[in-house]
């Protein structure tokens, strides 16, 4: 009877439904980059949030630091949070992909993984490289204190980091897709006899 047990194991998605192990979820190099995504994200909105505003002394208004541009500065704070929630969600669903014990519904999640990860890549290219000419652009006398000038070149410098480590997240997605779609083959040559 135990070996039964044993060769349905080889069959669908192997441990399915076993218990959640944190230490080697924690392990895996998926979770670890999308931590790093996670932490990036919060580095973006939480820099441009508490000191990309600034005024000049004869002001009372505050103005983005990137060139007294309002569209530059929420740009990174609404893609930062929801870069935030979107890696907070695929998190939830690594936590949950083992309990997954359809290989179709497998490969979905792992499908709109890679189409997230790619999407969030360019949205940090396109990020980085708005940020950074709106930076360069930047008068002097709009910022005569320089103040928040550390929290914009991080909010720049971290946006160039996400553009990698999205870009690695879509990479370890194509390769979990490869041992998903192998699995789905197996299942097709392979169908357990109907006792």
Do not use: H
């Not at 349905?8 to 790093?36: C, N, S």
């Not at 980085?128 to 103040?147: G, H, I, R, S, T």
């Amino acid at each position: 009877m135990e070996s039964i047990m044993q060769a349905g194991m080889a069959y669908g998605a192997g441990k399915a439904g076993e218990a959640f192990d944190p230490l080697t979820f924690f392990q895996q190099p998926q979770t670890i980059v999308r931590l790093v995504c996670w932490l990036f994200s919060i580095v973006i909105f939480s820099c441009v949030a508490n000191e990309g505003y600034v005024n000049r002394p004869d002001e009372i208004e505050e103005f983005c630091i990137f060139n007294r541009n309002q569209n530059a500065c929420n740009y990174a704070v609404s893609m930062g949070t929801l870069a935030f929630l979107s890696c907070a969600g695929f998190l939830i669903l690594d936590v949950y992909f083992p309990q997954i014990s359809s290989v179709k519904d497998r490969k979905k999640a792992v499908l709109a993984d890679i189409v997230a990860s790619g999407f969030w890549a360019f949205i940090w290219f396109v990020g980085f490289c708005f940020l950074a000419n709106q930076w360069q652009v930047a008068k002097e006398e709009d910022n005569p204190l320089n103040e928040g000038g550390d929290a914009a070149r991080a909010s720049i410098i971290f946006c160039f980091f996400s553009i990698f480590t999205w870009g690695a997240l879509s990479v370890l997605s194509m390769e979990r897709l490869k041992r998903v779609s192998f699995e789905e083959e197996y299942n097709k040559l392979f169908t357990p006899p109907v006792a």
